[in-house]
T-cell receptor, first 114, second 110 residues
Framework: KAGVTQTPRYLIKTRGQQVTLSCSPISGHRSVSWYQQTPGQGLQFLFE???????NKGNFPGRFSGRQFSNSRSEMNVSTLELGDSALYLCASSIAMGVGYEQYFGPGTRLTVT | TQLLEQSPQFLSIQEGENLTVYCNSS?????LQWYRQEPGEGPVLLVTVVTGGEVKKLKRLTFQFGDARKDSSLHITAAQTGDTGLYLC??????????FGAGTRLTVKP
């Protein structure tokens, strides 16, 4: 079974631009979560989608948004990029949402904002 | 302040040595997970501990969940260079969103 895939793997953008990242979960997984990882803050939860609905949201500004499609694939969007948005963005999928369902991570998208 | 405090932050040891890393919180978790992450990759799930006092073994790795379900430890016996990586603990308190510790960066030298 194929793992979680994320595209693109690397991205360089300038301040003020917007960016869209894509995640394809493991086949059969219906929950997709997004995380931001930086050296200073570690792994921080952005949001979780299940059955095309956002179920949980972390403490990030409204510039960060996402969506999930009927095939469980998910995208996240960051508008008006800031230098501090430079990070590794990780997507994780699980069979269902809720405590106890194990998450499987993709390799991440490394975003650099200049 | 992290909800999950991991210690030590950095650990550098020689191949063959034993080590223990810790994950502590003041919150109760219904389960805790341990991941290992290598540079440029996403975290890989190692184990999930669910029951207070539970001990799980994965080859040379031993995971323990505290009796009160607020803390966990990971012990590695006879470390190998392939064990090098960032070890992360994670859990969702009270059915809230998943939280990760800052991690322990382990380097095993040959």
């Amino acid at each position: 079974k194929a793992g979680v895939t994320q595209t693109p793997r690397y991205l360089i953008k300038t301040r003020g631009q917007q960016v869209t990242l894509s995640c394809s979960p493991i086949s059969g997984h219906r929950s997709v979560s997004w995380y931001q990882q930086t050296p200073g803050q570690g792994l921080q939860f952005l949001f979780e989608y299940f059955s095309e609905t956002q179920r949980n949201k972390g403490n990030f500004p409204g510039r960060f948004s996402g969506r999930q499609f009927s095939n469980s694939r998910s995208e996240m969007n960051v508008s008006t990029l800031e230098l501090g948005d430079s990070a590794l963005y990780l997507c994780a999928s699980s069979i269902a949402m809720g405590v106890g369902y194990e998450q499987y991570f993709g390799p991440g998208t490394r975003l650099t904002v200049t | 302040t992290q909800l999950l405090e991991q210690s030590p932050q950095f650990l550098s040891i020689q191949e063959g040595e034993n080590l223990t890393v810790y994950c502590n919180s003041s919150s109760v978790f219904s389960s805790l997970q341990w991941y290992r992450q290598e540079p440029g990759e996403g975290p890989v799930l190692l184990v999930t501990v669910v029951t207070g006092g539970e001990v799980k073994k994965l080859k040379r790795l031993t995971f323990q969940f505290g009796d009160a379900r607020k803390d966990s430890s990971l012990h590695i016996t006879a470390a190998q260079t392939g064990d090098t990586g960032l070890y992360l603990c994670a859990g969702a308190p009270l059915n809230n969103d998943m939280r990760f510790g800052a991690g322990t960066r382990l380097t095993v030298k040959p």
